[in-house]
């Protein structure tokens, strides 16, 4: 029996290929990050339902399809206390078509546990730390992990620190092995929140970090995998990049920030004075005098 017009115009009758790429262009003027929350008091079709544009709410179906285009689309940014509720709203799909729908992640603050040993854990239990939810996701592409200083340094007595970790124990400590094991991840960026705190200690992040840098590259490369990788170094995890007081410097894989006072001269690596006030790092100072008089110069 030949199909009627309305069967053969039906938009179901289109093939998903071409259907996902309409509800992407229907998502082009949505923001491009979700905020997870802690708590979930709804469900999560519908709080994922919410963010789409109207038109996609025709059908249960479309309705589905629409919200898994819009999670490969979307960072999904999970906060310390965010792992239940990512967990139920991907779960909440068949198949781990939502797991593997998922291309960027963004854990904003550093979790309790990026790692653990997964032997004594049932393998449906929920995903409790970062490189759970990394193993879930085989699409995954773009990783952003808080972390603090203590990855590299172990902590001293009082305001000194201690040592710096070997590498293979920030490897213990943070798991990095998983991450070289995944397949189709493109790039890593790790944001330290707390890198003001060592700077009043003298310690220079920025090398160690660096010195990390090199060895999780080469450590990439001896596995036959190239992850681009790239760490910023924050005064807190309260900082704002659009602050006009900010200012920013990159060496090799690792990118600093910094605040600085009207004239340019940066405040952020603060050193303890004699009066108990805080005085700016002269050497630092005079580095950016100069860039500041290079930049007079060459705009006369």
């Known amino acids: 029996m030949a199909k009627t017009s309305d069967e053969r115009s039906s938009f179901m009758h289109v093939p998903l290929e071409l259907r996902n790429e309409i509800y992407g262009y229907l998502m082009v003027d949505l ?110 592409r773009h990783l952003t992990m808080a972390v603090l200083g203590n990855m590299l340094v172990t902590a001293g007595m009082g305001n000194q620190v201690g040592r710096v970790r070997t590498m293979k124990e920030v490897e213990e400590r943070m798991g990095f092995t998983r991450v070289f094991e995944h397949k189709s991840l493109q790039t890593l960026q790790l944001v330290c929140n707390d890198g003001v705190e060592y700077a009043r200690k003298e310690v220079d992040l920025s090398s160690l970090f660096q010195s990390f840098a090199k060895w999780f590259v080469e450590e990439s490369s001896k596995r036959g995998r190239k992850i681009s990788f790239h760490v910023k170094i924050c005064p807190s995890n309260k900082y704002n990049h659009r602050n006009p007081e900010l200012g920013w410097y990159t060496a090799g894989h690792v990118t600093s920030y910094y605040y600085q006072d009207f004239f340019g001269i940066e405040s952020f690596r603060l050193r303890p004075s004699g009066t108990g006030r805080q005085a700016y790092s002269a050497d630092f100072a005079g580095e950016h005098i100069a860039e500041i008089k290079g930049r007079c110069t060459t705009s006369s």
Do not use: M, W
């Not at 929350?37 to 789409?52: D, G, T």
């Not at 999904?76 to 967990?87: P, R």
């Open 31 to 140: 923001p491009p990050a979700l905020q997870v929350p802690p708590h979930l008091n709804e469900s999560a079709l519908h709080f994922l339902s919410r963010r789409l544009p109207h038109c996609l709410l025709l059908n249960h179906q479309v309705l589905e399809e629409a919200t898994i285009a819009y999670l490969g689309r979307t960072l999904l940014i999970i906060s310390g206390t965010g792992f239940a509720s990512l967990d139920v709203l991907l779960s909440r799909f068949p198949n781990d078509i939502a797991y593997n729908s998922v291309h960027r992640l963004d854990f904003a603050y550093p979790p309790d546990r990026y790692a653990q040993s997964c032997e004594s854990k049932p393998p449906l239990a929920p995903a409790n730390c970062v490189y759970d939810f990394v193993s879930r996701c085989p699409g995954l």
